[in-house]
């Protein structure tokens, strides 16, 4: 489960002030839902995005994944709740040294690795 819980964020524009690119949304996603978000370019859908994994930290608010507030995450312990929370980007980056099924084999072995070192708690994630 994905909770976004009043996350607004705000982008610091110097003198002129703040830019909001994130106005108090909230929105509640359960296993096997699927969502879309859409808007014109520019409109923050990005910027929310990444606040799931806390890419881009919120200005205000909290995002709760699979019961555990990550807002509230820090360090190692962020780092480690992101290993659970898989993310495929709109511009992602191939290892430029391997083909496409390389890329493909080292993060599925990646996967497999991290699963066998995550305490059973993890495992539902």
């Known amino acids: 489960m994905i909770e976004l819980n009043a996350i607004s964020v705000n982008f610091s524009q110097g003198k002129v002030g703040a830019t909001a690119a994130v106005g108090n949304v909230s929105l509640r996603i359960q296993q096997g839902e ?5 808007g014109t370019s520019g409109a923050g859908k990005s910027t929310l995005l990444r606040t799931i994994n806390l890419l881009q930290r919120p200005t205000s ?6 019961g555990v507030t990550i807002s509230d995450l820090s360090g ?16 992602f980056n191939l290892m430029q040294t391997r083909t496409v099924a390389e890329n493909v084999a080292f993060s599925l072995k990646a996967a497999a690795n991290l699963h066998r070192k995550l305490p059973s708690a993890c495992l539902k994630c």
């Open 34 to 38: 699927i969502f879309g978000i859409v």
């Open 61 to 66: 608010g909290s995002v709760t994944v699979n």
């Open 76 to 91: 190692s312990e962020l780092r480690r709740a992101r290993q659970s929370i898989g993310m495929i980007f709109q511009h």
